[in-house]
C-alpha cells in the first residue's frame, strides 16, 4: 500500500504548481500595464473587470487555457471556457449577456471537440457566442473565452 503525501508534501506540491504560479504573474504584468496607480471602484484582481454604464455596470470576464487542459481534454476545456467566466461574472453580482472565444488548433479537426464544448455550455446555460477568432493552422492548441455582463450599481467584489 501507498503511503499518504504528508501536509509538507501538499502544500510544496501547491506551491510549485503551474496555475498557481501563473497566478503570482498577475502583479508584474499590472505593474508594467500602469494599472495599479488607477482608482478604480473594483479592485484589480476581482473576479472580472467593472465598468461604469449608465445605472449600473457592464462585466467583463476572460479566461486563458493552459495548453495541457486543451490537449487533454478539449471539449472539457471548451465547456470550462463558458463556465467559468459565467461564475467570474455571478460572483460579482451580474447575468451574462453574451460570450466570444479566440481558438488555435492545429486542424479544424482538432478545434471540432473545444467548439462542441463551448455550444454545449452555451446551450446549457443559454449564454450565446456571438463571435470570437478561430485559427485552424496553428502550430498549437490553445483557447481564451471572454464573456459580457451587466449588474446593478451594487457590485459584490
Known amino acids: ?5 504528508s501536509i509538507a508534501d501538499i502544500a510544496i506540491s501547491l506551491r510549485q ?10 502583479a508584474g504584468i499590472v505593474a508594467r500595464l500602469g494599472l495599479g496607480s488607477r482608482d478604480a ?4 484582481g476581482d473576479d472580472c ?15 486563458g487555457f493552459l495548453d495541457s487542459l486543451v490537449a487533454a481534454d478539449p ?11 459565467l461564475s467570474d461574472i455571478a460572483a460579482m453580482g ?7 472565444d479566440a481558438l488555435w488548433s492545429r486542424d479544424a ?10 455550444r454545449g455550455a452555451s446551450e446549457i446555460y443559454g449564454v450565446p457566442i456571438v463571435g470570437g477568432h ?7 492548441d490553445n483557447l481564451a473565452v471572454a464573456i459580457l455582463g451587466r449588474a446593478g450599481k451594487n457590485l459584490l467584489t
Open 41 to 44: 471602484e473594483v479592485p484589480l
Open 17 to 26: 504548481a503551474r496555475g498557481l504560479a501563473h497566478k503570482g504573474d498577475i
Open 94 to 100: 451580474g447575468r451574462p449577456i453574451a460570450v466570444v
Open 134 to 140: 478561430t485559427n485552424t493552422r496553428a502550430g498549437a
Open 75 to 85: 471539449y472539457f476545456a471548451g465547456y470550462c471556457g463558458v463556465m467559468v467566466n
Open 109 to 118: 479537426e482538432a478545434a471540432d471537440p473545444v467548439l462542441a464544448g463551448l
Open 49 to 63: 473587470a467593472a465598468i461604469p454604464d449608465g445605472d449600473g455596470h457592464l462585466l467583463f470576464a476572460i479566461e
Open 1 to 5: 500500500m501507498t503511503a499518504l503525501p
